[in-house]
């Protein structure tokens, strides 16, 4: 996953983003929702946030369409494309980090993600907002508030901003 901020000049480079795990408020926004278990994040890049869960403790899946070598060996990967995702109530915590916006269709995605989770599981999900972030070629989509609250509307979520990201919780009830 590569990203470039405003403020960043020149083009992005593989290995370049994972500074933005420190002490930056997606790394509190997973701690504060995820939940303990089988985790699963959805187009990992390079993996960071499958290390911060299994840091608090979860038994983490990996997925992305890139092969992602420097994962810890207790990190299952699996290399295959998120519109392949044929888990069904398999995982307590489903991330989806800064991939909604590089999918031809979310809403595909989100229906897959949300099968795989457990019953009072969540799907936990991040995106650069539309007005916060200058045009990168990757980019699909481009959400505010009001998209995601659209792509996720069958499933009654959270929704909020801060000065760079949207965030979303979608819980499936018990």
Known sequence: MQIRLR???G???LGTNMHV?????????VKANYRKGAAFAVGCGEGGFAILLRNLGCTVT?????ATPNLPPEITFRQASAYDIED??????????EI?????????????CYRALKPGG???ITTPHVDTWDYVRDHVWRFGPLGVEHLLKDYNPRVWT?????????????
């Not at 069904?88 to 980090?97: I, K, N, R, S």
Request: charge should be negative; charged fraction near 30%.
């Open 7 to 9: 403020d960043k000049e």
């Open 11 to 13: 083009e992005p480079v």
């Open 21 to 29: 795990l420190r002490g930056h408020a997606r790394v509190d926004f």
């Open 62 to 66: 990996a997925l992305d369409i890139l």
């Open 88 to 97: 069904v109530e398999a995982f307590d915590t489903v991330l989806l980090m």
């Open 100 to 112: 909604i916006e590089h999918l031809d269709n979310p809403f595909e995605v989100v229906t897959r």
């Open 122 to 124: 969540v799907i936990l």
């Open 162 to 174: 801060d000065d760079i990201f949207v965030y979303a919780v979608v819980e499936k009830p018990l």
